[in-house]
T-cell receptor, first 117, second 112 residues
Framework: DAGVIQSPRHEVTEMGQEVTLRCKPI?????LFWYRQTMMRGLELLIY????????DSGMPEDRFSAKMPNASFSTLKIQPSEPRDSAVYFC???????????????FGPGTRLTVL | SQKIEQNSEALNIQEGKTATLTCNYT??????LQWYRQDPGRGPVFLLLIRENEKEKRKERLKVTFDTTLKQSLFHITASQPADSATYLC???????????FGKGTMLLVSP
């Protein structure tokens, strides 16, 4: 398996533009997580899905952020409109299960570095 | 409030020495704890897991301890090598929850 795939790897956009980040989880994994990482706040969970259903989006900072998982092999995180404070590295991760120490190891993608000017 | 603390200052050690990284937490009752390694420009990679009823876990040159009384986990790398230089993050999982909460990580620099 190629692991978790994210695109694009880098995104530079101007304030007010829409940004869409993409993720392909590891095949067979039931859980998908979106994180944001900054120096100040570290790695923060934004939202996670179980079997394509959003379970907890309490980490999504504002209504400008939305996430979807239309099928088991694809998820998007959208920011509309983007702001400079959204600049960060966004990671997608997947795991076989959740809450089970034997099988909930999270596998992270390479991340998308977003810069909003 | 719940808090996970890792030393924000980088740890500099010489090759061959043992590196010890600390993860402290407050207002948590973790069911288990995981340690991840993150290299620059890459996502975190899982290293080790330790359950609340385990005191110590080992994997090759890595050792993790978990003291639920002190609310602390220690992560050791013995015979450290320059290739061990990275940021190490601890992550806590609570019983009944499907998510992990990560510390901010500690950067380890091993010099030849």
């Amino acid at each position: 398996d190629a692991g978790v795939i994210q695109s694009p790897r880098h995104e530079v956009t101007e304030m007010g533009q829409e940004v869409t980040l993409r993720c392909k989880p590891i095949s067979g994994h039931d859980y998908l997580f979106w994180y944001r990482q900054t120096m100040m706040r570290g790695l923060e969970l934004l939202i996670y899905f179980n079997n394509n259903v959003p379970i907890d989006d309490s980490g999504m900072p504002e209504d400008r952020f939305s996430a979807k998982m239309p099928n088991a092999s694809f998820s998007t995180l959208k920011i509309q409109p983007s702001e400079p404070r959204d600049s960060a590295v966004y990671f997608c991760a997947s795991s076989l299960t959740g809450g089970n120490p034997s099988t909930d190891t999270q596998y992270f993608g390479p991340g998308t570095r977003l810069t909003v000017l | 409030s719940q808090k996970i603390e890792q030393n924000s200052e980088a740890l500099n050690i010489q090759e061959g020495k043992t590196a010890t990284l600390t993860c402290n937490y407050t207002n948590y009752s973790p069911a288990y704890l995981q340690w991840y390694r993150q290299d620059p420009g890459r996502g975190p990679v899982f290293l080790l897991l330790i359950r609340e009823n385990e005191k110590e876990k080992r994997k090759e040159r890595l050792k993790v301890t978990f003291d639920t009384t002190l609310k602390q986990s220690l992560f050791h790398i013995t015979a450290s090598q320059p290739a061990d230089s990275a940021t190490y993050l601890c992550a806590l999982a609570r019983s009944g929850y499907s998510t992990l909460t990560f510390g901010k990580g500690t950067m380890l620099l091993v010099s030849p």
